[in-house]
Structures are given as structure tokens and as C-alpha cells.
């Protein structure tokens, strides 16, 4: 086993650690206008029913059309899609036309007016279950109230975001199982 000489880290970068999902791309609906933000900060709360955890900063503009509406589409793309969600997340849907300018196809919900991505792997259609305040911005509860991904392939390559321009690809299985037959989860 393995024993690492460790430094010291600054507190504000442990972040780069941490990040516990991919990135995803938000989209919404309201007032007749649509929208798509990226998204690297979230969190899984709740299995049954399904409860995705995220902050929205105010001064986003997906922040006005997700709390009009109560909706959204959690959508998650997979490395191929790099360019878009860099770009997404560097410009504003106040004044751009986010579907239109980076080349994705808006498809329509099942349970929600927000549309799905096309081109992501998976879409998550979401109503808002909660909206608790904090001082630098509400931290949103969704429930997912339909899922729609892919059949194939069976681990993509997702990105993480690590900070400062740095993400990483994964999409590679460990399967434990055969060693710890009764693990769940």
C-alpha cells in the first residue's frame, strides 16, 4: 500500500478534490425564452425520490427563469462536448440564444416545460422541491421527476470541472462486486 508525502493546500483550491459529479448543463424555460447554463457544483441528497442539490448565484440568468418556472432539465454531456459547455458557461443567456449558437437541438419534456439537450447523454427533468436561503445564494432541491439516458454507451466520458480552466474525463469501471458480494450502493 501505498503512502503519499502530503504539503499543504490551500482551503479555497481543496475544491478541485472534491467535485463529487460531472459536469452538467441546465436548462430551463420562461416568459417564452429558453436557456442554458453549465453547472459543475452539485450534489445527489436523495435516492426515493431522486433529489439533486444546487446553488444558483442570483446574478445568472438561469437563476430568474428557474425560480419563475420551478423547472429544469439536468442534462449531463459527455468530453464530446467540451467546446459547448465552455462556451455556454462564458456567456450569458440574457443577450445569447444558447441552442442556437452553440449548435444544440432543444427537445421537449414529458413532465416539464424545460427542454432536454439532444446531445447530452442523459436528461433529467426536474421540479423544484425546495429553495432553502444562505447568505451568498439559495441552495436549490430538484426532484427528478423523469429520467432519460442513453443505452449506450454504458459508462461515457463525462467531464469534471477542477478549477481554473482544468477538467478531467472519466468513464472507466471498477467493479468491486466479485470481492464484496453484499455491498450496495
Not at 456567456?91 to 413532465?111: H, I, M, Q, W, Y
Not at 427542454?115 to 445564494?137: K, Q, V
Not at 441552495?139 to 427528478?144: G, K, S
Request: hydrophobic letters at 40%; aromatic letters at 8%; proline letters at 7%.
Amino acid at each position: 500500500m501505498k503512502h503519499y508525502r502530503k504539503d499543504d493546500y490551500a482551503l479555497a483550491e481543496i475544491r478541485r478534490l472534491l467535485e463529487p459529479g460531472p459536469v452538467v448543463l441546465v436548462s430551463s424555460a420562461h416568459g417564452g425564452r429558453t436557456n442554458i447554463m453549465t453547472m459543475g457544483w452539485h450534489m445527489m441528497i436523495g435516492f426515493t425520490p431522486a433529489l439533486v442539490g444546487c446553488y444558483i448565484d442570483p446574478a445568472n440568468h438561469s437563476y430568474d427563469m428557474v425560480v419563475g418556472s420551478g423547472e429544469c432539465v439536468i442534462n449531463i454531456p459527455t468530453a464530446d462536448l467540451l467546446e459547448q459547455v465552455i462556451g455556454i458557461g462564458n456567456c450569458s443567456g440574457n443577450d445569447t440564444d444558447k441552442f442556437a449558437r452553440f449548435g444544440l437541438t432543444a427537445r421537449p419534456g414529458v413532465e416539464v416545460a424545460a427542454p432536454l439537450i439532444a446531445e447530452c447523454y442523459a436528461s433529467f427533468e426536474c421540479r423544484l422541491a425546495d429553495a432553502t436561503p444562505n447568505p451568498n445564494a439559495p441552495l436549490f432541491v430538484w426532484q427528478v421527476v423523469r429520467a432519460h439516458v442513453a443505452a449506450s454507451p454504458k459508462l461515457p466520458e463525462t467531464l469534471h470541472y477542477r478549477g481554473d480552466g482544468q477538467f478531467m474525463i472519466s468513464g472507466r469501471e471498477i467493479d468491486t462486486r466479485s470481492r464484496y458480494p453484499g455491498q450496495t450502493r
